[in-house]
C-alpha cells in the first residue's frame, strides 16, 4: 500500500529557509487523480494546510504563507518538496505530507498522511 | 481566511454520541458540500473520518457519521468507545483552491 514519509532536517536557524521531503512509496506519484501537499501543526495547536502540488507541477498556496512557500515534485525519483523561506519561530511545527484525493475540481480532502516531522527553529 | 471554529472540547461516556460542531461562513463550509474531518490521537498523524460532508471512507466504523446545515457541519460519534477518545479537525473547500482546517475539538470519554 502507499506510504509517504517526511524527511530533512529537524533544526532550521531563523531566517534561513526550512526544507522538506516526502517519499511516496508503494505507488507512483503520478498514477491516479492526486495531489500531494503539505500540512504542518505547531506544537498543541490545530493543523494549517501549507499547500499541494499536481505532478504537471500546478501548485496552490495557503494566502497567509504563500510568499514564502515553494512545493515542487520530482517524479523520477517519487518525490516532492517543501522550502519556506525566512522562518521564524512561529515556523517551528510538526510537518505533515498527505496525498489529496482529488473526486471534483474542488472537491479535495486529505486521504492518507505521513508521519509527520518535527523541525525546530533555533540559533 | 480564519480557520473554522470548532468547539474546544466535548465529553461522553462510552454508549453515548456526541456531536462535534464545524462553523465557517458561506465562503466555505456554507458555500460547498466539501467538508471533511480527520482523527488525530496524540503523536499520530490525522486520518480520514468524513469526506464530502457525509461519506466515510471504507474501514471507518459506521458510527461515524457527517452532516451540514447552512454554515455549520457536525460530526456524531454514536455508541462512544475509549478508543474514539482524540482530537478531532474539520476541513472545508474555500475557494480560490485553498481549504482551511478548524481549531481542533479535543474528545473526552468519560
Known amino acids: 500500500q502507499v506510504q509517504l514519509q517526511e524527511s530533512g532536517p529537524g533544526l532550521v536557524k531563523p531566517s534561513q529557509t526550512l526544507s522538506l521531503t516526502c517519499t511516496v512509496s508503494?505507488?507512483?506519484?503520478?498514477?491516479?487523480?492526486?495531489?500531494w501537499s503539505w500540512i504542518r501543526q505547531p506544537a498543541g495547536k490545530g493543523l494549517e494546510w501549507i499547500g499541494r502540488?499536481?505532478?504537471?507541477?500546478?501548485?496552490n498556496y495557503n494566502p497567509s504563507l504563500k510568499s514564502r512557500v515553494t512545493i515542487s515534485v520530482d517524479t523520477s525519483k517519487n518525490q516532492f518538496s517543501l522550502k519556506l523561506s525566512s522562518v521564524t519561530a512561529a515556523d517551528a511545527a510538526v510537518y505533515y505530507c498527505?496525498?489529496?484525493?482529488?473526486?471534483?475540481?474542488?472537491?479535495?480532502?486529505?486521504?492518507?498522511w505521513g508521519r509527520g516531522t518535527l523541525v525546530t527553529v533555533s540559533s | 481566511q480564519s480557520a473554522l471554529t470548532q468547539p474546544r472540547s466535548v465529553s461522553g461516556s462510552p454508549g453515548q454520541s456526541v456531536t462535534i460542531s464545524c462553523t465557517g461562513t458561506?465562503?466555505?463550509?456554507?458555500?460547498?458540500?466539501?467538508v471533511s474531518w480527520y482523527q488525530q490521537h496524540p503523536g499520530k498523524a490525522p486520518k480520514l473520518m468524513i469526506y464530502d460532508v457525509t461519506k466515510r471512507p471504507s474501514g471507518v466504523p459506521d458510527r461515524f457519521s457527517g452532516s451540514k446545515s447552512g454554515n455549520t457541519a457536525s460530526l456524531t460519534i454514536s455508541g462512544l468507545q475509549a478508543e474514539d477518545e482524540a482530537d478531532y479537525y474539520c476541513c472545508s473547500y474555500a475557494g480560490r483552491y485553498i481549504v482551511l482546517f478548524g481549531g481542533g475539538t479535543k474528545l473526552t470519554v468519560l
Open positions: 502540488i499536481y505532478t504537471s507541477g500546478s501548485t
Open positions: 458561506s465562503s466555505d463550509v456554507g458555500g460547498y458540500n466539501y
Open positions: 508503494g505507488g507512483s506519484i503520478s498514477s491516479g487523480s492526486y495531489y
Open positions: 498527505a496525498r489529496v484525493a482529488l473526486a471534483e475540481i474542488f472537491d479535495w480532502y486529505f486521504d492518507l
